[in-house]
């Protein structure tokens, strides 16, 4: 049997536990065996647990997307490694890159060079990377712009 199927028995188990102390309270008060006051009570410490379980759960889906502790946390912190951010950044600069040359079917050199002089690569607070993929990009743009302005 493995763990998850151990984990559902162990709660259905639980949950009808709770179930047969329901059905024998509420036996025990239509026999007379518990008083209104006495069952009230019973209502009331039911309802209570009833609503700290709830909390409980709330809280705890809560923490489950904290992003540090989390069971996401490691997905979110991949997310904001430099290594990421850069892949994330180069992908959307060629996709605009490629999106602006693709105006060269239709004869728009002025518009292209302006769309590309507007592409510059983002800071993802990694000097190293920074620095060395601002420099890339500005030689990459210049250099399209010069194949543009001695082929068109």
Do not use: C
Not at 37 to 43: G, R, T, V
Not at 60 to 70: A, E, Q, R, T
Not at 85 to 98: H, S
């Amino acid at each position: 049997m493995s763990i998850a199927e151990r984990a559902l028995l162990a709660l259905e188990r639980e949950h009808d536990l709770e179930l047969r102390k329901e059905e024998t309270v509420l036996r025990k008060y239509k026999n007379g065996e518990l008083s209104q006051d006495q069952y009230n009570e019973y209502l009331k410490k039911k309802a209570e647990q009833d609503r700290s379980e709830q909390q409980q759960v709330v809280e705890d889906l809560g923490n489950m997307f904290d992003p540090d502790k989390g069971m996401f946390s490691g997905v979110i912190k991949m997310g904001s490694k430099p290594q990421f951010k850069k892949q994330k950044q180069i992908d959307k600069l060629e996709r605009d890159i490629q999106k602006t040359l693709s105006l060269l079917e239709n004869d728009q050199t002025n518009v292209i060079k302006i769309k590309l002089r507007g592409i510059k690569w983002i800071p993802i607070d990694n000097k190293v990377i920074d620095e060395k993929m601002t420099k890339f990009y500005k030689n990459k743009i210049s250099t399209l712009i010069n194949e543009i302005d001695n082929n068109y």
